[in-house]
Every structure is written in structure tokens, then in C-alpha cells.
T-cell receptor
């Protein structure tokens, strides 16, 4: 079962524009993580935000977390063609801290 | 510092056969997890190994089994392959399992 749901499912923007994708989850969390996946390859860890944090920045990435609404957003500023990928939010759950992923947002950045 | 290495990168098997996928975890990481990702879906947790013991399992049948070795590398074994087992299999390592994971590039398994 999917814990997170990303929105939108697909997003197409031009280079230089900002991209915002959202994630909702169902259970209480310790942290929430965002990953990028290029063309069905392995996932790359982008950023982790803890449940007691509201906002976090890393380079052109800005992540917000609203635990009262069980939602998070990922903002990529000044998008580049190389940002074209699928983006997933994931939350660790259970004693094994297994990551439960959403279905992802497919981002297409065109020149 | 090396990342997570998976082998092979691609594999084609016949229904009913058995397959073993391999993963070398990132240096310093003691926890290895395996995920199955069907086309167009998010990864699904199969199981996790910590200090050579299974430390959690997702909703996968017993024909999915694994091992973790003293050097923290790991294997995923799938018996009696079914067509629906066709997917990208991802290995991820971490230290303790509560922080960000490092993923390998995956093994693309096709069952025909």
C-alpha cells in the first residue's frame, strides 16, 4: 500500500521556472524524505526533514512540512533540463524504518 | 567512499525459474533494504536486514528471501518466478535505518 500520494502526477515546465510538487501521508512520522529517480534507475536521496522542522533548504531545493495536515511540498527553483526526473516522497515507518513511497511526480523540464 | 552496487543490471528469466540478485552496501552502512518497483509505481518494501538478521518484511510471499553477509552485502532470492515479478529491484543501505538511504542503480528483472 502507498503511504504517500504525490500531486501532481506529472508536471511540465520550461527551464528557469520553479517546480512545486506536493506529498500527503497518512500516519504520524519521524521524518519525511524526498528522492529523485532518473529514467527508472536508482533513487537519489535529496533531502530529509524531521517532524519538528517546518522548512529546510538545500541548494535550489526547499522542502516544507506541515504535520497537522500530514503534507509536505518540494520546491525546485530555477529548474534545469537536468532536473527532469520522477520525484518521490517517502516516510520511514515501523520498527524496521521501512520507507513507504508515494506514486511519484514526473517532472519534465524543457529548454 | 563507494556507493551501493547492484548486480546484474539486467536479467531475463523464464517463469518458474529462480533468481539471485546481489547488493554491496555503502561503506559504513549496516542496514540493507530491498524494494520492488513495478513500472510507473513507487518502490514497495520487500524486507530489511540488520546485522545479518531479517528486521522487517513487507507484503511479499515466502518465495522472496534474502541474506546479509558479515561485510553487510546482501542477496535477494526469488523462487518460482512469476510474470508479475518483472520489475526493477532496488537495494538501499543506511546506518541504522532511520536516516536517508543510499540506493543502488537497481536490477531490471524480466520474467517471460
Amino acid at each position: 500500500s502507498q503511504q504517500g500520494e504525490e500531486d501532481p502526477q506529472a508536471l511540465s515546465i520550461q527551464e528557469g521556472e520553479n517546480a512545486t510538487m506536493n506529498c500527503s501521508y497518512k500516519t504520524s512520522i519521524n521524518n519525511l524524505q524526498w528522492y529523485r529517480q532518473n529514467s527508472g534507475r536508482g533513487l537519489v536521496h535529496l533531502i530529509l526533514i524531521r517532524s519538528n522542522e517546518r522548512e529546510k533548504h538545500s541548494g535550489r531545493l526547499r522542502v516544507t512540512l506541515d504535520t497537522s495536515k500530514k503534507s509536505s511540498s518540494l520546491l525546485i527553483t530555477a529548474s534545469r533540463a537536468a532536473d527532469t526526473a520522477s520525484y518521490f516522497c517517502a516516510t520511514p515507518t515501523g520498527t524496521a524504518s521501512k520507507l513507504t513511497f508515494g506514486t511519484g511526480t514526473r517532472l519534465q523540464v524543457t529548454l | 567512499e563507494t556507493g551501493v552496487t547492484q548486480s546484474p543490471t539486467h536479467l531475463i528469466k523464464t517463469r518458474g525459474q529462480q533468481v539471485t540478485l546481489r547488493c554491496s552496501s555503502q561503506s559504513g552502512h549496516n542496514t540493507v533494504s530491498w524494494y520492488q518497483q513495478a513500472l510507473g509505481q513507487g518502490p514497495q518494501f520487500i524486507f530489511q536486514y540488520y546485522r545479518e538478521e531479517e528486521n522487517g518484511r513487507g507484503n511479499f510471499p515466502p518465495r522472496f528471501s534474502g541474506l546479509q553477509f558479515p561485510n553487510y552485502s546482501s542477496e535477494l532470492n526469488v523462487n518460482a518466478l512469476e510474470l508479475d515479478d518483472s520489475a526493477l529491484y532496488l537495494c538501499a543501505s543506511s546506518f541504522g535505518g532511520h536516516y536517508g538511504y543510499t540506493f543502488g542503480s537497481g536490477t531490471r528483472l524480466t520474467v517471460v
